[in-house]
């Protein structure tokens, strides 16, 4: 099925499709963006934006500045429709300063009414009888001039989010668990989300490693990050994890990196450097961080247990997945802090209901 879209790469065109925007209360939203999978760094390659009867794709690349698009997603009095919309907030406040206001998340809904399975690929396929392809799920968005056919495809994942959430919400309000879904929505946008980053501590395998051998693994972490900068490509373009651990215990000399072979270029190239640094490292240690558990006491433990059985039997009567009814972090806090603060208004009100 042809998806027709406006696609925007001037500032002209975006204040004459902020003008549409604006007479909208309801529009759907997508991002396509770089994740450190391609190119270095993390940022906002295209917005798809959709209203019932129109599409848009903003080229943010090309564009640089887009004002009248954070104004929308700031702006209070149009919901925005995303589905899965956690990593697009984290990006979006990362790269723009900005935390979109009144949105509305398909996928929560989708778990709230005890879906299987989620994602928007079966939501179209359910409600729609539209099976959306995956060709483009790896592409590179960054790439200039982009093919038609990828902006279609872009255009497609934001097109039916508007007709997709009046649809769900009757289903939310047909069995009283809209305002659950709003609730999570409100509790979303008060959270100031940020990108996480894997760092040196996540690497698998640096507790089989001896101290010598890990503060080597960390100079070589480091070159490497350096080295993707300087080349904008993704760590793992520069040389990968394995390899970089068995340098740490074989501790290869110059001659040995210069004819290093499945690395970029800009080892080969650095070899001086590698090697500096790692006879640099020949007399340091780091050890493992020591982690401080704490521990419940026995009546904590028990506390604990039953706030778990509680959370179980909600969840079967209402045939929805348990850590929606309460997290485990959740649970914590509650025996921790002696209150239910940590919950939102539906979920105390569920946990105190008599059975």
């Given amino acids: 099925m042809v998806c027709y879209f406006i696609y925007i790469q001037n500032k002209e065109g975006v204040k004459r499709a902020y003008d549409d925007w604006k007479k909208n209360r309801v529009l759907g939203i997508d991002i396509e963006c770089e994740n450190n ?45 995303f589905h899965g919309c956690d990593f697009d907030l984290r990006v979006l406040s990362e790269q723009y300063k900005i935390q979109p206001k009144n949105i509305f998340d398909t996928q929560i809904v989708a778990q709230f009414l005890g879906f299987e399975k989620f994602g928007l690929g079966n939501l179209l396929e359910k409600y729609f009888g539209i099976e959306k392809k995956e060709r483009f799920q790896r592409a590179d968005w960054t790439r200039r001039p982009i093919r038609h056919d990828m902006l279609e495809y872009a255009a497609k994942d934001s097109k039916y989010l508007v007709e997709l959430s009046m649809i769900l919400k009757k289903e939310l309000k047909a069995c009283n668990r809209l305002g659950w879904v709003m609730q999570e929505c409100r509790h ?123 959370r179980k039997k909600i969840a079967v009567k209402y045939r929805i997945e348990p850590y929606l009814i309460m997290s485990k972090d959740q649970i914590k806090e509650i025996i921790l802090t002696k209150t239910f603060n940590s919950l939102r208004k539906w979920q105390r009100e569920l946990i105190k209901k008599k059975d």
């Avoid at 019932?52 to 209070?76: A, F, M, T, Y």
């Fill in 37 to 81: 999978f391609h190119h270095y760094g993390t940022y906002i390659s295209l917005i798809q934006i959709s209203s019932q009867k129109k599409n848009w794709v903003v080229d943010c690349l090309r564009l640089g500045e887009i004002p009248e698009v954070l104004d929308i997603l700031k702006d209070s009095s149009v919901e925005k429709i």
């Fill in 188 to 310: 979303i946008e008060s959270q100031h989300l940020s990108l996480s980053r894997t760092g040196f501590w996540d690497i698998k395998g640096l507790k089989e490693l001896t101290d010598n051998q890990r503060a080597v693994l960390k100079k070589l972490y480091a070159l490497r990050e350096r080295f993707a900068r300087r080349v904008r490509r993704p760590d793992h373009f520069i040389i990968s994890t394995k390899k970089m651990i068995e340098m740490s215990v074989q501790k290869p000399a110059y001659n040995q990196i210069r004819k290093m072979k499945g690395v970029h270029p800009v080892v080969r190239q650095k070899a001086g450097l590698i090697a500096h640094e790692i006879m640099a490292a020949k007399d340091e240690k780091i050890g493992m961080p020591k982690k401080t558990i704490k521990k419940f006491t026995e009546e904590q433990s028990h506390e604990f247990d039953e706030l778990m059985e509680k």
